[in-house]
């Protein structure tokens, strides 16, 4: 059974920094696209960054280019993401997700990602 769990996530001042991570089980780590979404309050899902298998390739929503920077252990089956210069907006539940083993393209449609954990609370004060 695949579960991916995140954690990092708290509350912080404007212009603070935060990393999330996310740890996969019960799936060949290496084999999978990771992303990382978001929901604020009220919103639907926003998708914020993805990392290709290997970790040499990422994408970044325009909203956070610059700002925060996507990494993978694919020894610690982990997926992180190093978010900077934090702002209000920036508040929301964190989902870190996996694409199935065959689908090795990065993308940021929500629908093409199979595993989804629970999320992990980020709040930006101003």
């Known amino acids: 059974q695949v579960q991916l769990v995140e954690s990092g996530g708290q509350w912080v001042q404007a212009g603070d920094s935060l990393r999330l991570s996310c740890a996969a089980s019960?799936?060949?780590?290496?084999?999978?696209?990771m992303g990382w979404f978001r929901q604020a309050p009220g919103k639907e899902h926003e998708f914020v960054a993805a990392i290709s298998r290997s970790g040499t390739s990422t994408y970044y929503a325009d909203s956070v280019k610059g700002r925060f920077t996507i990494s993978r252990d694919n020894a610690k089956n982990t997926v992180y993401l190093q978010m900077n210069s934090l702002k209000p907006g920036d508040t929301a539940v964190y989902h870190c997700?996996?694409?199935?083993?065959?689908?090795?393209?990065?993308?940021?449609?929500?629908?093409?990602?199979?595993?989804w954990g629970q999320g992990t609370q980020v709040t930006v004060s101003s």
């Open positions: 019960g799936l060949t780590f290496s084999n999978h696209v």
């Open positions: 997700a996996a694409r199935a083993g065959d689908k090795t393209w990065l993308t940021k449609t929500l629908t093409e990602y199979d595993y």
